[in-house]
């Protein structure tokens, strides 16, 4: 382990341990602070990264067991929680789409189809990711691991590299990428890791049931709106030299060739994903549960060859999305059985007090978004800040489904602020295409157009859907 890391694992430890000999304040349980020490020393450790995810919060786990804390039926209770078997077999899909090559092919079709302007060039590389979002819960998987290589060829065969040549097309296809994986990771519950989070804490905090298809519902049309706004946006912004061209097409067909025909197992697993988002969408009108879909799709893929049991084992993605997001969820259920969260929700409702509920739901929204430019992890954010402003906004009248929602969309948008706020935000901005004092101004601007059209077009679209 180097020096820094020694150093940052030392104060996470300091910062527990002072937070736990520190006397509870009035009206806290003894047990319920000290798991609130266990559980802000965790969150620094997701901030700060000593260890790997999975490793700090089964640490914390076991340091919450240990000390009797929790009783160790409750340190592990959220291992057994159906949401984190969701967000699991989901990043089974992602592995199956990857294994197959399909998300390639997906995306080689609709470049081949549109690419030929450069502005449909960047809404064919769009609609990959949309198409990919509701079974790649990793946008690190998704916009990194299968449209980023395909992006960076298409820079390539337009001679477009970092540096003098960046604005001939690569400037406006990197960036425009980057935004698109934050508006569909917005769109579906399966779209980014923290989002099943979110709606597992707000059904633990404030009894809030968030599922697939109502997640869709909400997000529907501002979503849309945002995700056609977006190219041409960008477009404007980064001012792309080459308008027309045949090279992405060209280079579609070229790699499609390559490909081949469409193996069975693409085939196969095209037909069960359809079968799986059909379930997802139709789950609250059959009382199908969506984790017992996505275990279904799961089982589909280990009988039919489209994922062997060695595929299930080498998934490290999805093993350790299953350990920290397991822990995080014991450690949340904890606190607020211990009425950790309640005792914040009350200490913190002077900060609004005498406000009208909405208003108060739209100011503490926007410093819970404009908080990600202290965080370079979704997961960390939602679990250090969700709870409690959450349990703020109940409090002050916001109905808790509403609340849940907009929370969950907002934690996608909010990394258009910073070149480290998600998991592909290192791999573009690294690209070398944007400097960070472009990322960071075009993403400020961006950031605030995302609240605009979210609040102006989602306030009265989710008033009529009956969400407030």
């Not at 104060?11 to 736990?20: R, T």
């Not at 294994?99 to 450069?118: Q, V």
């Not at 519902?217 to 045949?246: Q, W």
């Amino acid at each position: 382990m180097d020096g820094r890391k020694i150093v940052y694992g030392l104060l996470v430890l300091l910062v527990g341990l002072i937070l736990w000999f520190i006397p509870p304040p009035a009206g806290m349980d003894l047990n319920g602070w000290r798991l609130l020490a266990i559980f802000i020393a965790v969150i620094l450790g997701l901030i700060l990264r000593p260890l790997p995810q999975g490793a700090i919060v089964i640490i914390g786990v076991g340091v919450s067991a240990l000390t009797g804390v929790l009783k160790i039926g409750d340190a592990l209770s959220g291992f057994s929680n159906s949401t984190v078997w969701l967000i699991f077999t989901a990043y089974m899909f992602a592995r199956a789409f990857l294994k197959t090559r399909l998300g390639e092919r997906i995306a080689y079709y609709f470049i081949r189809a549109l690419g030929r302007r450069t502005l449909f060039l960047g809404y064919s590389i769009s609609l990959t990711d949309l198409v990919l979002a509701p079974a790649m819960p990793s946008n690190t998987a998704r916009a990194g691991g299968v449209i980023y290589p395909i992006v960076r060829s298409i820079c390539h065969a337009y001679g477009s590299e970092p540096g003098p040549t960046a604005k001939k097309v690569g400037k406006f296809l990197i960036f425009n990428e980057y935004h698109t994986t934050l508006v569909t990771g917005a769109m579906f519950l399966t779209g980014m890791a923290a989002n099943p989070l979110v709606a597992q804490l707000a059904s633990q905090t404030i009894k809030a049931t968030v599922t697939w298809t109502n997640w869709l519902i909400g997000a529907l049309l501002p979503g849309i709106i945002t995700f056609l706004i977006i190219p041409p946006l960008i477009y404007l912004i980064t001012r792309p030299e080459i308008k027309v061209s045949e090279e992405a097409p060209k280079l579609a067909r070229e790699r499609l060739k390559e490909l081949g025909p469409t193996t069975r197992q693409e085939k196969t697993l095209a037909v069960i994903f359809l079968i799986v988002l059909a379930l997802w969408i139709l789950g609250d009108t059959i009382k199908l549960n969506a984790t017992v879909t996505a275990l279904v799709g799961l089982s589909l893929m280990l009988i039919f060859g489209v994922l062997g049991w060695e595929d299930v084992l080498g998934e490290k993605g999805g093993w350790d999305a299953l350990i920290w997001f397991g822990g995080l969820v014991s450690l949340a259920t904890g606190l607020n059985k211990l009425g950790v969260i309640n005792w914040i929700a009350e200490a913190s409702k002077g900060v609004v007090s005498g406000w009208e509920w909405l208003a108060a739901f739209v100011a503490l929204a926007v410093i819970y978004y404009y908080a990600h430019y202290l965080m370079a992890s979704m997961t960390a954010h939602v679990a250090a800040f969700f709870p409690a402003f959450a349990a703020v906004m109940v409090s002050v009248g916001a109905p808790p489904l509403f609340v849940a929602l907009v929370l969950g969309y907002l934690t996608n948008l909010m990394a258009a602020t910073t070149h480290y706020g998600t998991g592909p935000a290192p791999i573009y901005f690294g690209s070398g295409y944007l400097d960070i004092k472009e990322w960071w101004g075009y993403g400020f601007l961006l950031s605030v157009l995302y609240l605009l059209l979210w609040f102006g077009i989602g306030l009265p679209y989710w008033k009529l859907l009956g969400f407030w």
